[in-house]
């Protein structure tokens, strides 16, 4: 069995899957370990807006409707006793519409076509940890990355056999929220950073064609009378098999969850909130998971190794968005590996793989410390309150806000809001 290869890509979820798209498109060798057997499931929304619709362009992944793809041409908020739509703004930079797809079958889809540009993707196997030259040097003291260790998984996940040395002088970890392989080399997640908590389950519904995302600003911790205004929204998604995905998901601001049952605040919600959806059976369990938001683990790059995706801190802080900017890493990836292979000399070498850091955090960095602030603000249930009461109905302010938190507005010219933002951005410090 062939163990060595340009590029080890661990974990083949949307980041670690484009990343291997990406790089077998370039010419590079990869093989990418996948400890799951496709389809597997993933906690997620199943809604794309359209900053991940252009990563799919990008990428060059099909999304016809006949094959399950659904259109959404934006989003319906709820809150403060207003109910209003924002379609997606017509812009050159972003298509004019979202999608939505069941997880188990994004992933699966987007790991065949990584399979078809010729990047070797292994199902069910378990990364343990990285492999370090100690003669090289690396992050804190210990040496540089060349490799991992893995090991075989059976259908239920369950580790078989002996542990395999997988060799490559660079390798990508998009491991998810876990970030096994960073945490191996002392990485750790910065507690100062906004981290979230989601569950999601799905119900069927005689809605499910709507060609609208839905998005609600109140959730609470308990009775309406006597309760607590949660930093967070729960969001139901049309998939179009008769089905809707439907979840919440709440914010720390501090990196520290919140001790609530999220089980129970989904159900709650549910009996108060979204009694027009007139959902019948539920299907499959609720499930949860923890968000990693706004850059929450540093550096990106250590000799040998990038991180992409969840394992990063990736996701977006103003709606929880995490898809769309681990397949954008893999793009900066990529453009960083050919940039490594055109080098002459190790230092320009090391120099290009570096590089993959600095153009995450000027893609990113700014907006994500906006969304820190953000993530500050709605801490507070008094200022929740006055966002939803007040702000939805003021279409100036929504205008404004709602390409904020879907991140999707021209970076250069477009309006008054697009060229705040883009301001915005830029003078935030990129952390």
Not at 122 to 138: K, M, P, Q, T
Not at 142 to 160: F, H, L, N, P
Not at 323 to 329: E, F, L, T
Request: aromatic share 8%; with cysteine; charged share 25%.
């Amino acid at each position: 069995m062939k163990t060595e290869a340009d590029v080890i890509v661990v974990g083949a979820g949307p980041g670690g899957a484009a990343a291997a798209r990406y790089l077998a498109t370039e010419g590079f060798d990869v093989i990418a370990l996948e400890k799951a057997h496709y389809p597997r499931e993933k906690v997620c929304g199943d809604g794309l807006t359209p900053r991940a619709v252009k990563e799919l362009q990008l990428i060059g992944l099909p999304t016809p409707r006949d094959e399950g793809w659904i259109p959404n041409q934006g989003l319906r908020m709820v809150g403060g006793g207003h109910r209003l739509e924002f379609p997606w703004h017509d812009l050159d930079s972003f298509p004019q519409y979202g999608l939505s797809l069941p997880r188990a079958q994004f992933d699966h889809r987007l790991a065949n076509h990584a399979r078809a540009a010729g990047a070797d993707i292994r199902e069910g196997w378990h990364v343990d940890a990285a492999l370090r030259d100690e003669s090289r040097v690396g992050f804190n003291g210990g040496g540089r990355v060349v490799g991992v260790t893995a090991r075989q998984t059976d259908e239920k996940g369950r580790k078989i056999g002996e542990p395999v040395e997988y060799r490559a002088p660079l390798v990508i970890a998009a491991d998810g929220v876990s970030a096994r392989i960073a945490l191996g080399l002392g990485i750790e997640r910065k507690k100062n950073r906004p981290m979230g908590v989601a569950v999601r389950t799905y119900f069927e519904t005689d809605r499910h064609a709507e060609e609208w995302m839905e998005g609600h600003l109140e959730i609470w911790d308990g009775e309406r009378g006597n309760s607590k205004l949660l930093p967070g929204y729960g969001w139901i998604f049309p998939l179009g098999d008769g089905t809707a995905n439907v979840g919440l998901g709440t914010l720390s601001a501090r990196g520290t969850p919140p001790k609530l049952d999220h089980k129970a605040l989904l159900k709650d919600w549910l009996d108060h909130s979204a009694k027009d959806w007139n959902f019948g059976a539920q299907v499959g369990e609720i499930k949860g998971a923890a968000i990693p938001m706004a850059f929450n683990r540093q550096p990106h790059y250590v000799p040998g190794m990038m991180l992409v995706g969840d394992s990063g801190g990736m996701v977006n802080p103003f709606n929880g968005e995490g898809i769309a900017y681990a397949m954008q890493a893999a793009r900066r990836a990529t453009e960083a590996a050919v940039a490594w292979r055109g080098a002459t000399g190790a230092t320009d070498q090391e120099r290009a793989l570096a590089s993959y850091a600095r153009m995450m955090k000027d893609d990113l960095g700014g907006y994500y410390s906006l969304g820190r602030v953000f993530a500050a603000l709605i801490e507070r249930p008094t200022v929740m309150k006055l966002c939803t009461r007040y702000g939805l109905p003021r279409p100036l302010i929504m205008e404004f806000v709602s390409r904020l938190l879907a991140d999707v507005y021209e970076p250069r010219g477009g309006n008054w809001s697009d060229k705040l933002l883009a301001a915005l951005t830029k003078v935030a410090p990129a952390a």
